[in-house]
């Protein structure tokens, strides 16, 4: 069984910085491109960031892109989520979300990964 375990999230003012982990099971981590996701109240669940399963490629949202840094470290199982200047609009549920096929690419549809952690709340003040 694949779990994904997030950690990080806290209340922040705005202009502040968070770093999420996710913290995932299993011996084939390193197979899988993983990827950050957040949902507001009474909003859709939105992409945030992913990173392919070699690290090599990572995409992002233009809403955080030049904000956030998504990395990943295989030997540990972790993928970590860097937030910088965090907006109110920030604000929402953060998911840490694991690709259903091996090797395939990093992707920004929620519709293509399979395992999804719990949520770590994140809330940004102004």
């Known amino acids: 069984q694949v779990q994904l375990i997030e950690s990080g999230g806290g209340s922040v003012q705005a202009g502040d910085s968070l770093r999420l982990s996710c913290a995932a099971s299993g011996r084939t981590f390193g197979n899988y491109a993983m990827g950050w996701f957040r949902q507001a109240p009474g909003k859709e669940r939105e992409f945030v960031a992913a990173?392919?399963?070699?690290?090599?490629?990572?995409l992002y949202a233009d809403s955080v892109k030049g904000r956030f840094t998504i990395s990943r470290d295989s030997a540990k199982n972790t993928v970590s989520l860097q937030m910088n200047n965090l907006k109110p609009e920030d604000t929402a549920v953060y998911y840490c979300?694991?690709?259903?096929?091996?090797?395939?690419?990093?992707?920004?549809?929620?519709?293509?990964?399979?395992?999804w952690g719990q949520g770590t709340q994140v809330t940004v003040s102004s």
């Open positions: 990173v392919s399963w070699s690290g090599a490629t990572t």
């Open positions: 979300a694991r690709r259903a096929i091996a090797t395939a690419p990093a992707s920004a549809s929620k519709d293509y990964y399979s395992y």
